[in-house]
């Protein structure tokens, strides 16, 4: 990937804007070729419906700003645990007079068909659901959500940052009208990302100056960025079945041997054979925070929740809506996996992992008070 970004950093250094000399036309067959590739890789019907963005926070902004501003409706739909982009956009269409939904979900983080059915309103603009949780991995049942606000005439607008690269996504199958997503989140760059837009779909630009992307987002695009986005997209898509599959069977076996190895670990969401994504791990040991492992556990990469929420000392508003209680949201660690874990490092993780749980918990134990009128799971301040 970085071979092909090179050419393009160097003697290709051309503004693909600039219609009028070789260098600028060079880049813009880069731009155009990438568009190409993208579009094959989502089943986009036609090249011209990708728009190029600095990443999926900038195109979920466009596209439930871009939506409201071109629409006449007033309402918009949206899931609890979506992705602080999609949430605190709505909360700041809401401050300009935007009605927003927020719909509940169960105890696996999937939105109920009906539910989404009986939010829809006359004025309702647009439906945002994301493809798959950032931290617990439930995957949406994207299909029937669309046929859903379609049959009511509603735009549907998702959020596939953790989806693309991992599983297969096809908007022409799914039906959505939006698509959000980043280069980082599959191997590629930082700061580049795009935003699908069925031809047809009305959207108001949220950037001016120079008109470029179809005069839906202005801006000089990063050449480079560009190109290595789409040699990132193409090589995840080499092989997916069968690394989805490796990745799920690592994923299975962590799971395994953190259970069998820590009494008291709980996996939160969906349950690992269906509806979520190959790569996530939630899990949450009884007795013990999660802010006191990661020190414990800092030669591994874990997380207490969405890298984009860290700024934000809050309980995870994902594991809150699925109802779980405060201490085992407070114990969750969120494991991530992909094309480079090996069978090795599953042993390795685990095995430090239940070592630094047990040790915390031996720690723990002399300060622990005991509430007897309370649960199991909020006996251990």
Request: net charge neutral; aromatic share 4%.
């Amino acid at each position: 990937m970085l071979d092909a970004m090179l050419p393009y950093f160097r003697e290709d250094f051309g503004n693909a804007s600039s219609s009028t000399h070789r260098f600028g036309w060079r880049a813009e067959a880069a731009v155009e070729l990438a568009r190409e590739e993208l579009a094959q890789a989502i089943g986009a019907a036609d090249p011209g419906e990708l728009l190029f963005t600095s990443g999926a926070t900038e195109s979920d902004n466009l596209a439930l700003q871009g939506v409201v501003a071109a629409a006449r409706g007033r309402h918009l739909v949206t899931v609890e645990t979506e992705h602080p982009a999609v949430l605190d956009t709505c909360q700041a269409l809401e401050r300009r007079g935007v009605q927003v939904t927020r719909l509940p979900v169960d105890a696996e983080g999937l939105v109920a068909p009906a539910a989404l059915a009986a939010a829809i309103q006359d004025d309702t603009a647009l439906v945002s659901v994301m493809a798959a949780n950032s931290e617990v991995g439930s995957l949406a049942p994207l299909a029937e959500l669309t046929r859903i606000a379609h049959a009511r005439g509603v735009l549907f607008h998702c959020d596939a940052a953790q989806a693309l690269g991992k599983i297969p996504l096809d908007v022409a199958q799914l039906g959505v009208d939006l698509l959000s997503f980043s280069g980082h989140k599959l191997y590629g760059p930082k700061g580049i990302g795009g935003l699908y837009l069925r031809r047809g779909v009305r959207l108001a630009p949220l950037l001016h100056g120079g008109g470029h992307e179809r005069g839906l987002r202005s801006g000089t695009l990063p050449v480079p960025l560009v190109v290595g986005l789409a040699c990132a997209v193409k090589l995840a898509a080499l092989g997916l079945d069968e690394e989805r599959a490796r990745v799920a069977g690592l994923r299975d076996a962590l799971w395994s041997k953190l259970s069998a190895g820590v009494p008291g670990a709980r996996l939160n969401g969906p349950p690992l054979a269906a509806k979520r994504l190959p790569g996530n791990l939630n899990v949450s040991f009884d007795g013990v925070r999660a802010d006191a492992l990661l020190p414990r556990l800092a030669g591994i990469a874990l997380s207490t929740g969405s890298a984009c929420a860290t700024a934000r000392p809050e309980p995870s508003h994902v594991l809150r809506a699925l109802g779980l209680p405060l201490p085992r949201i407070e114990g969750a660690l969120r494991f991530g996996l992909g094309r480079t874990t090996t069978a090795q490092e599953i042993e390795f993780v685990a095995g430090r992992v239940a070592e630094e749980v047990r040790a915390a918990r031996q720690e723990a134990s002399p300060r622990a008070k005991v509430n007897t009128g309370a649960s199991s799971e909020r006996e251990v301040k």
